[in-house]
């Protein structure tokens, strides 16, 4: 997923299509969160101008991350879409938008895939289901873990007489 300028100016009238799969597994060591994750396909197409060159992206995969609240792998897959512009002057860019300023006589969209795949890790996720083998306990000695459907209708047991109280005044 590198092409040097030279190398897209002379795709300018054919067109670039870019459809690859790429190897981002080196992220399990920048994030520890990611236990695991598959390759990542990367798929679009670029428009290429003298000094300006817009790739159009969508990236999918699927990543292995830990169950907010028991710790299970839960496969969590993304679909990213973005569009990532270049340019070959500093004097193009516009440092309100979100553009890039070609490095070199080269340009690598590894590098930008590995950002936005690091991005798109959630704050929280949960695995399905109640009964799931292999996590955190769901209750111990003088506890246990609820819904919050469950907490609302739960009557705290040192207010549980103030509600005989006010059936008894009615009678």
Known sequence: MKWSVHQLHQLQTKGLVIDE?????????????????????????ADIGATKFTFHLTIE???VLPCSR???D?????TIQTTETFFLNDYDVNPDEDTHLV???????????KELVLLEIPLQVFA???NVQGGAP????????????????????????????FDKKEE
């Open 21 to 45: 799969t790429v190897d981002v597994s080196d992220l399990k060591q920048i994030d520890k969160l990611i236990r695991d994750i598959s390759p990542v396909h990367v798929e679009g197409r």
């Open 103 to 113: 490095q070199g006589d080269s340009i690598d969209l590894l590098p930008i895939v």
């Open 70 to 72: 028991t710790l299970v």
């Open 138 to 165: 769901q209750s111990g000695v003088g506890w246990e873990v609820i819904t919050e459907e469950q907490a609302k209708n739960k009557i705290d047991p040192r207010l549980a007489g103030l509600a005989k109280f």
């Open 128 to 130: 399905e289901g109640d």
């Open 74 to 78: 839960v496969s969590y897959p993304f």
């Open 61 to 63: 995969g699927t990543m």
